[in-house]
């Protein structure tokens, strides 16, 4: 069975290549180039794979699920400038795709224990735009 | 795996009646869908593109190039028209949520390599339209 739950921040990004000249970058960027950034309301999407606990009726606790959000996702990127103050962003662009391979990584080995699987990772970047990682 | 999708709107109005039936057959399988006078939708298409984030841009694919695609090739075609009349497409063809998702993702699929590359780069996913918040089809590709 497979729960799924949702945690939202904001931030601001830069989606540019050094070595590409202006025209290079807003051809492969658009106006997620634009050189001082801007900002997302993300909404990330984290869905876990498991057994229902025969006692509790539970996958996994909400609550548990809800602070390792909190904990890897939420207190390092809400309200930050991802290209200055979040690593690997600063040598990786913080597309939509690096940012949810980046929170794929962050959150799969917590899920290791205890025989639950992260299943996928889904970052909308605007309503219109989203990325999935899946197993 | 890693995957994107983009999401879209366009309106368009239908009328689903096939010629092969009778009036009461029309009546009885498509309900109100067959009103005379065809009615209209604001419909959501999402178009899954799936592939591995290239190493230096880290992109599956330049959103503009999928935006143009799907400009050019859908949007242009549907948003604001009867689909019954206008799409040369569905000139015998009932425009059912499933046969309008079909014909988008085949559209899709014929012109991907020239607005967004061949082989080893970004596939065609998925295809997947809402016609209302409670309907909606969706065609994988691989």
Redesign the interface.
């Given at each position: 069975m497979v729960i799924t739950r949702k945690a939202e921040f904001s931030a601001s990004h830069v989606c540019r290549i050094d070595s590409l000249s202006d025209a290079e970058n807003h051809e492969l960027f658009g106006e997620e180039a634009n050189p001082n950034g801007h900002g997302h309301n993300y909404v990330l999407e984290v869905s876990v794979e498991g057994q229902v606990d025969p006692v509790t009726g539970m996958v996994m606790n909400l609550k548990e699920l809800k602070e390792i959000l909190e904990e890897e996702i939420v207190e390092p990127m809400d309200h930050r400038f991802l290209n200055r103050e979040v690593p690997p962003f600063d040598r990786v662009v913080p597309t939509t795709a690096n940012l949810a391979t980046e929170i794929w990584r962050r959150l799969e080995s917590r899920f290791a224990e205890s025989g639950r699987a992260l299943v996928r990772v889904r970052v909308h970047e605007t309503p219109e735009l989203f990325v999935d990682v899946t197993r | 795996?890693?995957?994107?999708?983009?999401?879209?709107v366009f309106s368009a109005s239908h009328r689903l009646d096939s010629s092969e039936l009778s009036a009461a057959e029309n009546t009885r399988l498509f309900g109100k869908c067959n009103n005379p006078f065809g009615h209209g939708h604001d419909y959501v298409l999402e178009v899954?593109v799936a592939g591995d984030?290239d190493r230096?841009?880290?992109?599956?694919v330049?959103?503009?190039w999928l935006d143009e695609l799907v400009t050019d090739k859908i949007l242009r075609l549907f948003r604001n028209r009867y689909i019954n009349l206008d799409v040369a497409e569905f000139a015998h063809l009932v425009p059912t949520t499933e046969n309008v998702t079909q014909v988008a993702a085949d559209l899709l699929a014929r012109d991907w390599r020239e607005y967004i590359g061949g082989e080893g780069t970004a596939r065609l996913e998925k295809v997947r339209i809402e016609e209302t918040g409670r309907n909606s089809c969706e065609i994988c590709l691989n």
């Open positions: - | 795996m890693t995957s994107l999708t983009r999401r879209y899954t984030p230096v841009s880290g992109l599956i330049p959103v503009s």
